[in-house]
Each structure stands twice: as structure tokens, then as C-alpha cells.
């Protein structure tokens, strides 16, 4: 099993910036790739961006240029850095690992920027 803790969510105003933080723990070793999801009211948890092991990265078109995704594999963590915030950013933001096939998921953090 692995346990995800995010951190980092909060509220911000539009053109604002915040860093989403995910800790992994317990059965760690050979964690694939790590991301970062999303889902707003009303909508499907879509893909915002994840990063492979060998450090390959793949983003939604919507963040292209604005969040950048960072993996540190001796701290078992993966940051997400956001700027330039919009409204249409809200959501709870959700980490995500696969480990061997497995998904795991964090509880999530919601971020929230108003216009």
C-alpha cells in the first residue's frame, strides 16, 4: 500500500500562484508515474499533469506554461507549482501514483481562485 498526503491548496486570486505538494509513504519503491488530477463541481477528474520515473512529463493543454510538475525520488515526493491562476483553476486537486499496475489516490486539497 502507499499513502498520499497533498498540501499546499488554499485560496488565491486570479493571476495568483500556489505549490501543491504530495508526500508518499509505505510500500514506495518502484513508484512509476506521479500526477496530479483534478476535478471541479459538476465536472470529471481530469489529468492536469504527471511525470514519469524516467522524468518524462505530460500536462493538460489548459496549463501548458503555467504549472510546472517536479518529482523528487529521494523524498518520495512530486510538487506541483502553479501560476498564473484562474478562476477556471478551481477544483480539488487530487495526487496520484501507480505503483506495479496499482493506482493510488491522495484525499485531496482544493484550490480555489477568485476573479
Known amino acids: 500500500q502507499v499513502q498520499l498526503v497533498e498540501s499546499g491548496g488554499g485560496l488565491v486570486q486570479a493571476g495568483g500562484s500556489l505549490r501543491l505538494s504530495c508526500a508518499a509513504s509505505?510500500?514506495?519503491?518502484?513508484?512509476?508515474?506521479m500526477g496530479w488530477y483534478r476535478q471541479a463541481p459538476g465536472k470529471q477528474r481530469e489529468l492536469v499533469a504527471r511525470i514519469s520515473g524516467g522524468g518524462s512529463t505530460n500536462y493538460a493543454d489548459s496549463v501548458k506554461g503555467r504549472f510546472t510538475i517536479s518529482r523528487d525520488i529521494a523524498k518520495n515526493t512530486v510538487s506541483l507549482q502553479m501560476i498564473s491562476l484562474k478562476p477556471e483553476d478551481t477544483a480539488v486537486y487530487f495526487c496520484?501514483?501507480?505503483?506495479?499496475?496499482?493506482?493510488?489516490w491522495g484525499q485531496g486539497t482544493q484550490v480555489t481562485v477568485s476573479s
Open positions: 509505505g510500500s514506495i519503491l518502484s513508484i512509476n508515474t
Open positions: 496520484k501514483v501507480d505503483r506495479y499496475g496499482h493506482e493510488y
